[in-house]
């Protein structure tokens, strides 16, 4: 896809690392609040994907809105919406809940922080028999939000289906990304594998800068910068 195309600025490969403890307590909110992406699917833009962090003292909520809609001749094919919360009290995951509507299917998720880890349930309204049964998650789980790079070395949470598993993490190194204004991002791109496959990007300052899978066809993000 040609908008898509990335540009690699480095060769080097970096592996995630474990994050120490300075770093998960300054989590990487942005400085706005906020942060926005325009979502493609195979180069089409199809929506957006918007992020607002609320912090009082060292309590903090992000806010998570996912608005898809895919179109063939101005009909209405197939259409994705996520609202969730998230969160983090002295740079810990504490909960998160999210709803998921997929094409009129809606699917719930929750968890929250337990003596042994994070009690996680899923639902599945539509289908109750393929709700996930509740159960114990490890204690280094956090949800698969992008936005904090410390999710690469943690037990990831699927905030759709419950799931969660361990990750593959590698780095082929930094790419030149496109922006949502047309503009140029350097950001370092790790691949996710394992039970989850994604590329997934980040900035010098740690900010999540992009991201690109497979579902129903190519899914990219390019970030809003203003």
Not at 104 to 115: P, Y
Request: charged residues 15%.
């Amino acid at each position: 896809m040609e908008r898509r195309r990335f540009v690699a600025c480095a060769s080097a490969v970096a592996l995630a690392r474990p994050a120490s403890a300075q770093e998960v307590d300054t989590l990487p909110v942005p400085p706005s609040g906020r942060m926005a992406f325009k979502v493609f699917r195979n180069g089409a833009a199809v929506g957006e994907h918007h992020l607002n962090f609320t912090q009082n003292d060292d309590a903090l909520v992000v806010e998570i809105n996912i608005d898809l809609v895919v179109t063939l001749a101005g009909i209405v094919m197939f259409r994705y919406s996520t609202a969730a919360v998230e969160r983090w009290l002295g740079g810990v995951f504490q909960s998160l809940d999210s709803q998921v509507n997929e094409n009129g299917a809606l699917l719930e998720v929750h968890a929250k922080k337990v003596a042994a880890g994070y009690d996680v349930v899923g639902i599945n309204h539509a289908n109750p028999a393929k709700s996930y049964p509740e159960y114990i998650a490890p204690p280094n789980t956090m949800p698969l939000t992008y936005w904090n790079k410390a999710m690469l070395n943690a037990h990831i949470l699927n905030i759709q289906t419950a799931h969660s598993y361990p990750a593959i993490v590698t780095s082929p190194g930094w790419d030149n990304l496109p922006t949502a204004e047309g503009g140029l991002l350097l950001a370092q791109r790790f691949d996710v594998t394992g039970k989850l496959h994604l590329s997934v990007w980040y900035d010098q300052m740690a900010q999540w800068s992009g991201l690109q899978f497979n579902y129903l066809g190519e899914i990219s993000y390019e970030k809003f910068m203003s």
